[in-house]
Antibody, heavy 123, light 107 residues
Framework: QVQLVQSGAVVKKPGASVKVSCKAF????????IHWVRQAPGQGLEWMGWINPNSGATNYAQNFQGSVTMTRDTSRSTAYMDLGGLTPDDTAVYYCARERTRSSSGNDACDIWGQGTMVTVSS | DIQMTQSPSSLSASVGDRVTITCRASQSISRLLHWYQQIPGKAPRFLIY???SLQSGVPSRFSGSGSGTDYTLTISSVQPEDFATYYCQQTYTTPVTFGGGTKVEIK
């Protein structure tokens, strides 16, 4: 079954970093871009960026330049999103999502979503 | 950045009603417009890609249309399981942007 399984909820203090993992099952991990999207409590969806698991190339939203790093481990079929300099405004559910088309170029819809990882930033 | 404006932000409907949600982009996005459904506490569910193509497994009561800057999601006869929040998304250019969402509630 094609699915993305994310790591569990975490609580972090302001100024800390968080690393969320996203493990792929049931398809060729390197064939499909992975996007990261977050959702603050009661708010809409915010795109953070994507990673090409084949090449490791990334594209980050301007809002996250300098604070986010997206990586992958192809041997583990896992993508990672590392967010640093956390503030309470980073409290959100973080989703990874697979792009719909194999070998697309970062401009397609996302058909498979992880279950989400709740990150709480609080002192 | 391309701004995506959804309207209405919320609506009330009865089971069996026809529901229409619109999404307007701040510039032409060449039908690189997609729709998602989200139930509270759940991840978004992918519904429609390329403005009008229905994802496999999505009921045919869902349809999409539009071009240029203006797009529409229609539910021909809303069912109890359709009460949720709907988001449009453009992937014409980065940053990818989402509409603010439309909450469809039971009347």
């Amino acid at each position: 079954q094609v699915q993305l399984v994310q790591s569990g909820a975490v609580v972090k203090k302001p100024g800390a970093s968080v690393k969320v993992s996203c493990k792929a099952f049931g398809y060729t991990f390197t064939g499909y871009f992975i996007h990261w999207v977050r959702q603050a409590p009661g708010q809409g969806l915010e795109w953070m960026g994507w990673i090409n698991p084949n090449s490791g190339a990334t594209n980050y939203a301007q809002n996250f330049q300098g604070s986010v790093t997206m990586t992958r481990d192809t041997s583990r079929s896992t993508a990672y999103m590392d967010l640093g300099g956390l503030t309470p405004d980073d409290t959100a559910v973080y989703y990874c999502a697979r792009e719909r088309t194999r070998s697309s170029s970062g401009n397609d819809a996302c058909d498979i979503w992880g279950q989400g990882t709740m990150v709480t930033v609080s002192s | 950045d391309i701004q995506m404006t959804q309207s209405p932000s919320s609506l009330s409907a009865s089971v069996g009603d026809r529901v229409t949600i619109t999404c307007r982009a701040s510039q032409s996005i060449s039908r690189l417009l997609h729709w998602y459904q989200q139930i509270p506490g759940k991840a978004p569910r992918f519904l429609i890609y390329g403005a009008s193509s229905l994802q496999s497994g999505v009921p045919s009561r869902f349809s999409g249309s539009g071009s240029g800057t203006d797009y529409t999601l229609t539910i021909s006869s809303v069912q109890p399981e359709d009460f949720a929040t709907y988001y449009c998304q453009q992937t014409y250019t980065t940053p990818v942007t989402f509409g603010g969402g439309t909450k469809v509630e039971i009347k």
